[in-house]
């Protein structure tokens, strides 16, 4: 099984970016896909999830109308797009696959 996020790094606040997470190895379009990150000193948030049926989406409350998750089960990849970006929103991001597997991780920084 792997989870490969790509699309971190440095932007101003007020910039955007997106997120990719490549999956393989298990049956994607099975799996609720999220997102998390872990702002630096403080515990991993869980920040959007997709469900693998329904495609129904939620979100961390202080990124909603900001950041949105979508999924393309033909490329068994989530994304993650994140506008209007705040300083705040500087993490490590994590691509999460049902209950069981994790990706390493990709920087997000905000900051002019």
């Known amino acids: 099984v792997q989870l490969v996020e790509s699309g971190g790094g440095l932007v101003q606040p007020g910039g955007s970016l997106r997120l990719s997470c490549s999956a393989s190895?298990?049956?994607?379009?099975?799996?609720?896909m999220s997102w998390y990150r872990q702002p630096p000193g403080k515990e991993r948030e869980l920040v959007a999830v997709n469900t693998g049926i329904g495609f129904r989406t939620n979100y961390l409350d202080s990124v909603k109308g900001r950041f949105t998750i979508s999924r393309d089960n033909v490329k068994n990849t989530v994304y993650l797009t994140m506008n209007n970006l705040k300083p705040e929103d500087t993490a490590v991001y994590y691509c999460h696959a049902g209950e069981t597997y994790w990706g390493q991780g990709i920087q997000v920084t905000v900051s002019s």
């Open positions: 190895g298990f049956t994607f379009s099975s799996y609720d």
